[in-house]
């Protein structure tokens, strides 16, 4: 099928193995359909092995041995159940694959992304996830600055609480990440490859200079008392597809059960942490990250 026809009421086929489950399941499909594909090729070139009728699944490649770390986590994208999780084209996927050995995340030097975080109501894990985010790009050598964009003062928390931060202009460095609530004359500005801007609960007030920042994402919450501020929220934005989406408080089933009513848009599940200083210890978490940073240097970039 051509990519003109995607969503078209015709018949879809595919080689057994290699054919994406939305195949199966005659779900509406995309490029991501053909991600799968190459996955499973990758997949069989990496390990010799291929799905049969009759003969069970295959192993997650994360146990196939000699095989490098990073083509194990792109085959691991490839192979994802739900395409919202997979590489969002094949040239993203022929970036990751040329990448290899290279530099995981390549900034232009002099260039700043900006990443604007958002979420659907108050105490969602806003704040908290973009704090994880930019420990996480500091730890990885890549400098970053967390600017407060909403009213919430927790800033001004900080500073009251520890006197002894370092300050310069209206930037403070809290336990290694420079943050403020004002970009007026700041001179690390230039020098910062990321941004990051914390917009609170995002509202139609917010709204236009949210949808500025170069990458965009929102925290949700699914349960039951949550779902109706999520839904606003989606609703505000349901005219751009490269929003990021991330689901908070969630397990693997409830998660699951939502990407059922998002097969097209990019969704997340932020894997608990309590402290926003730690870097990923599991797997799954360690994971998440590197996809989330990935998503977020690779769409800037392009």
Known sequence: MFLDEAGADTEFYGTVGFAAPELYCKNPIDERSDVYGIGMLLYFMATGKILELGKGSLEHIDFATNIQKNLKKIICRCLKYNPSQRYASVKHLEKDLTAIGKKKYIIKTGSSIEIGIAGAQPRIGTTHMAI???????????????????????????????FDLKKYQDLIKYKGIPVTTDLADLELLS??????????????????????????????????????????????????????????????????????????RICMRIPYEPDPFAMPKDRVSREFFRELAGLCTEEATD
Not at 134 to 159: K, V
Not at 248 to 260: E, L, P, R, S, T
């Open 191 to 264: 020098d910062c490859n990321i941004i990051i801007k914390d917009y609170g609960t995002i509202t139609s007030g917010n709204r236009e200079e949210f949808l500025k920042s170069k990458i965009k994402i929102l925290v949700l919450g699914a349960k039951d008392w949550e779902l109706g501020y999520s839904e606003d929220a989606i609703e505000i934005l349901a005219e751009y597809k490269d929003v990021i989406f991330l689901f908070n408080f969630v397990d693997g089933k409830q998660f699951g059960h939502i990407m059922n009513y998002m097969p097209d």
């Open 132 to 162: 994880r985010l930019c420990n996480y790009f500091i730890n990885n050598n890549i400098s970053c600055l967390y600017i407060e964009q909403n009213n919430s003062r927790c800033i001004w928390r900080i500073q009251n609480r520890y």
